[in-house]
């Protein structure tokens, strides 16, 4: 019996910790409190200089890179 009093007891105890602060709180009540609409976002800026961004953007993958890599390697 000793040797489950203690877990019990554990157990109990956090159980009955927990389970108020799970629940609503009475004390606090928010009618005093006014929102107001935050300003809105200002728009993104423009990073690609005006230029048209192409419409189908091509797979990532080994081949694709390989062939960018040499088109960007200089000419012996």
Known sequence: MKKTLFPGLLAAALI???????GPSTGD??????????????AAPDT???AKQPEAYRELNSVNATEDIKR???QM
């Open 72 to 74: 960007m390697q200089p």
């Open 48 to 50: 690609t200089a005006g």
């Open 16 to 22: 009955a910790f927990t389970l108020p602060s799970c």
């Open 29 to 42: 009540t928010n009618e005093d409190l006014v929102t107001t609409k935050l300003p809105p976002l200002p």
